[in-house]
């Protein structure tokens, strides 16, 4: 006996509505800083590429954002909808935090999502940039 699939409303196909909703969603996710809770919405195999690491399954996405979010003090992510169709959305996306010595940092990126059936993404694929600020220049308060 197979277990049924949890579903991660909304569900591919998407519109620009519930296209807009997904992305909301992650962004309020990932500013949770809790990586079980952004775990959840990854297919149990779920395939990353976050700048030059790659990473399978959720057990290595709680691992890399436990790493991550270590390192990264004071995070605040702000995501867009740049595109989507049926099962794939697109999102520009910009966040700050400092790292240990108070050093501030604002990260801008893509991110290319498809997403299952049931809608948990298969794949995430990140392109990121930081670029270091002074705490004066920072946009997320």
């Known amino acids: 006996m197979s277990a049924t699939p949890v579903s991660r409303p909304p569900l591919p196909p998407f519109t620009e509505e519930t296209a807009r ?3 909301q969603m992650a962004e309020d996710a990932w500013n949770s800083q809790d990586p079980v809770r952004c775990s959840l919405a990854y297919t149990p195999d779920s395939w990353w590429r976050n700048r030059s690491e790659f990473l399978q399954g959720r057990e290595a996405i709680v ?3 436990q790493r991550k979010w270590a390192q990264e003090h004071g995070y605040k992510l702000k995501k867009r909808l740049f595109a989507f169709t049926d099962n794939k ?3 520009c996306f910009e966040y700050e935090y400092h790292d240990a010595a108070g050093q501030w940092f604002r990260a801008h990126g893509n991110e290319n999502w498809t997403f299952d059936e049931h809608g948990l ?3 995430r694929e990140a392109s990121i940039n930081d670029v270091p600020i002074e705490a004066s220049q920072r946009q997320f308060v």
């Open 63 to 65: 691992a890399f954002l």
């Open 21 to 23: 909703l997904k992305v």
């Open 89 to 91: 959305i697109a999102v």
């Open 121 to 123: 993404m298969a794949r």
